[in-house]
């Protein structure tokens, strides 16, 4: 047993819509009647909210458990640890096994989690894996208190199956909330400080709830009065419809960018992947989204040393990079999942034919980021203002085109600063206020 905790402290791992839960699950701690420690080693009740993508992501999970113990240690402090998220899901009661924690809740039934927190003060077994047909999202409390840019999960889950994911295993069947009820959340998120939302889910452009799709809903919430900006990820090329293409033309709040991965640049590869399209369908859909607006910023995600890959379909990868000219992308080494049909494949890239791949990838889509900087510099754009900088009298915050901007000058947190871009590196650009502030 151990007392019920008056504290929380939420680490999320991996990617934006384990982001977007980790702040409802703050959320529905404080509704509970907790409050925020200021962090892991001085909260009563630390939130391990946790990725299973890669093994890296998976294994990071037991070391943190263990330092988070450590430095609590220290402090003569023993907190409950809750494991939530994909490795919870995965995993399930070998986490309480293997690490001893007192929690374990799925990303589909993390609305009961301050009952579980209840169940194991009183020394009683909480694991809740379940993926009820019931949206979770109808338990939560109304959102409150955000930044000016907030996630906002659309859809969830996968039923695309590409050969080397866990994701469809660990998020469950592809399933879109309520319109009505995301455009409520919208609402409610501009009312609470958002100027800029970005829709989220694994596959979010496969969103439809009777007959309407990711454009209409984008068209629905460009019409709230205070959104002033709208984005979407992650994309799946299959799902990229006319009318999504047509928004990126029509809609002015929707921000010229496009997270559309393409994993390799070999059809063959593509074909094991189980991606179902093919190198030539992506390059000519991305000349379709060019042509409607030619000032794009195009991100990706890769993946090297698929089993079978060879130096020809590598090539093909570098190529197709080179033909796309990518404003910022992320690339990885195939990690095998257990349970996935390509754990099983045969062709194993050796470790350091990977390793080479993975460098020659990452230097070409780091000249590519730079380019698209430099080439940047002498637009004039809306930054949106997130935060202060490191420096004295410093901001940062974002262009349309998601570079990193930072500005000096009398702003606010959430004020949209027409600025003039100049000084480009990889992964910023400055900008030079013109017009104290914009919109
Ligand atoms: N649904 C999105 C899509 O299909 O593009 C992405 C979802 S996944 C969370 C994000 C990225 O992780 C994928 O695009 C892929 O590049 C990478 N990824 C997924 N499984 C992987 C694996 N087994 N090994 C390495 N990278 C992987
Ligand atoms: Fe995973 Fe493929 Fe689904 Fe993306 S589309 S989440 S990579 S199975």
């Known amino acids: 047993m151990k007392p019920a ?5 939420v680490k999320s791992f991996g990617c934006q819509m384990n982001v977007y839960d980790g702040e409802r699950m703050a959320e529905l701690m404080t509704a509970d009647g907790m409050t925020a420690a200021v962090d ?13 993508i890669r093994e890296k992501a998976t294994e990071k999970v037991y070391s943190d458990i263990g330092r988070i113990r450590k430095d609590a240690g220290k402090l003569d402090r023993a907190p409950m640890i809750a494991v939530a998220g994909c490795v919870a899901q995965a995993e399930g009661a070998e986490i309480v096994a293997r690490a001893k ?74 399933i879109s909330r309520p319109f009505a009820a995301i455009v409520d959340e919208a609402r409610a998120l501009v009312d609470a400080g958002a100027r800029e939302i970005t829709l989220l889910g694994q596959n979010v452009n496969a969103y439809v709830d009777e007959n309407r799709g990711l454009h209409d809903l984008i068209r629905a919430i460009d019409r709230i009065p205070g959104v002033a900006r709208i984005r979407y990820t992650t994309s799946h090329p299959n799902d990229m419809a006319d009318g999504l293409i047509e928004a990126h033309r029509d809609v002015e709040t929707l921000m010229p960018y496009l997270h559309l991965p393409v994993q390799s640049g070999s059809t063959r590869i593509l074909r094991a992947m189980n991606r179902s399209h093919g190198r030539d369908d992506y390059l000519r859909l991305l000349d379709r989204v060019r042509a409607v607006r030619p000032d794009i910023a195009l991100s990706g995600d890769f993946i090297v040393g698929f089993p079978g890959e060879t130096d020809a379909d590598f ?20 990690s095998p999942r257990p349970g996935t049909p390509a754990a ?20 070409a ?15 004039t754009c809306a930054v949106l203002v997130e935060r202060r900088g490191k420096l004295p009298g410093q901001w940062l915050g974002k262009s349309p085109w998601l570079q990193s901007v930072h500005l000096l ?3 606010a947190i959430g004020d949209l600063v027409t600025v003039e871009l100049g000084d480009a590196t990889l992964s910023s650009l400055a900008g030079r206020a013109i017009v104290a502030k914009a919109a």
């Open 5 to 9: 905790p008056k504290t929380f402290h």
């Open 40 to 52: 892991a080693a001085s909260a009563d009740l630390v939130v391990l909210n946790t990725c299973h």
């Open 101 to 174: 924690v007192d929690v374990v809740v799925g990303p589909q039934a993390y609305h009961n989690l301050p009952g579980l927190v209840a169940k194991a003060a009183a020394g009683e077994a909480a694991l809740d894996t379940d993926m009820p047909l019931a949206s979770k999202f109808g338990a939560l409390p109304s959102r409150r208190r955000v930044g000016p840019s907030a996630f906002l999960t659309v859809a969830e889950g996968c039923d695309k199956f590409c050969t080397y994911c866990v994701v469809p295993y660990t998020r469950g069947a592809e």
């Open 315 to 334: 090539a093909d990868t570098m190529s197709l990079v080179d033909a796309v000219g990518y404003a910022q992308a992320f690339s990885f080494k195939y």
């Open 344 to 363: 099983t494949m045969e062709g194993e890239v050796p470790a350091e034919v990977m390793d080479a791949r993975l460098q020659a990838l990452q230097a």
């Open 365 to 379: 889509l780091g000249r590519d980021q730079k380019a698209f900087n430099v080439a940047s510099v002498g637009r």
């Open 409 to 411: 000058g009398d702003h």
